[in-house]
């Protein structure tokens, strides 16, 4: 089932909630590939009902990226939800999400900010106000769906965090799974994004995961220092690969420690070919 208006939304929506079934929402912003589809096989598995959602939200974007011309192709991600099991579609317009004066004007939009010690670092130092954005779409489409659980991928690892921590500061009623990143059998995450490259670029690409395997080997080997470990990076980087950043942070609070240890996170971000690609890995097995 298709359905682009909230209102049908929330009447489709309704008798599942009076059958006590359970309801799980994988949020997207389409252009869907194996890394969204092993959320939606999650919520199957957890779920009675799996509403998953095709929105490219305008208001996590900043003037300079790519929204426009974000992939765009709801007739396959529509085709492949259905494949899958996935009882709702749920593809609202701007208009519909934000009112109809959106496009014009967005300063009169209530909107929900993590702490600024979740999003002043990693993606949100160069992507200011995104964060706003995301918290702010995932809780209207929550209060949309009311979904008893809502599924997100470790390969967006700050959006993950920020959307946990939203749920614990607001007490939102809905529990939230992590999904493990989907890779390539090359090590390239699955991304969107990747639609943009071309051969060689995902070759290029290739130095993301490459960086993050070798930290997490030398971490595994005993290294602990965290400049040492990022050090390892410089090597593998060439003129093809341009670094915004790489970090290792705790896992759960985002927070710099002392030392490296069993539940610190690498993050990384580069630009190939002008594409901005994200990675991370758990240093600890
Ligand atoms: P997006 O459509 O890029 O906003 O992603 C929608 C959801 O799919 C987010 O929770 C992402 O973290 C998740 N996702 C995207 N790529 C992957 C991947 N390679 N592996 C696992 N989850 C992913």
Do not use: W
Request: aromatic share 8%; hydrophobic share 35%; charged share 25%.
């Amino acid at each position: 089932m298709l359905i682009k208006k909230i209102n049908e939304l929330r009447e489709y929506i309704q008798p599942y909630k009076s059958d006590k079934e359970t309801v799980g929402l994988v949020p997207t912003m389409g252009a869907l590939h194996n890394g969204h589809l092993s959320l939606i096989k999650a919520a199957k598995e957890k779920c009675d009902r799996v509403v998953v959602s095709v929105f490219v939200n305008p208001i996590q974007f900043g003037p300079n990226e790519d929204y426009n011309k974000y992939p765009r192709t709801l007739d396959a991600d529509y085709e492949l939800c259905t494949k899958n099991g996935v009882d709702v579609v749920f593809s609202p317009s701007p208009a519909e999400m934000y009112g109809e004066g959106f496009i014009l004007s967005n300063d009169n939009l209530t909107y929900v900010c993590p702490p600024f010690n979740y999003t002043d670092k990693l993606c949100g130092k160069s992507r200011i106000g995104h964060f706003d954005g995301v918290c702010t779409v995932v809780n209207k489409l929550f209060n949309i769906v009311q979904p008893d659980f809502a599924f997100f991928g470790e390969k967006d690892a700050q959006q993950l965090i920020i959307i946990k921590k939203m749920v614990k500061d607001l007490n939102i009623p809905i529990e939230i799974i992590g999904c493990p990143i989907v890779r390539e059998e090359s090590g390239l995450a699955l991304s969107s994004r990747n639609k943009y490259l071309s051969d060689k670029g995902k070759k290029d690409a290739l130095v993301l995961s490459k960086i993050l395997q070798n930290i997490k080997q030398c971490y595994l080997k005993g290294i602990t220092d965290i400049d040492a470990l990022k050090e390892t990076a410089f090597s593998l980087l060439n003129d093809n690969v341009e670094l915004e950043y790489l970090e290792i942070y705790n896992s759960e609070t985002l927070e710099q420690e002392e030392k490296a240890n069993n539940n610190s996170r690498a993050f990384i971000a580069c630009r190939v070919e002008g594409v901005r690609l994200i990675d991370n890995i758990k240093l600890g097995d």
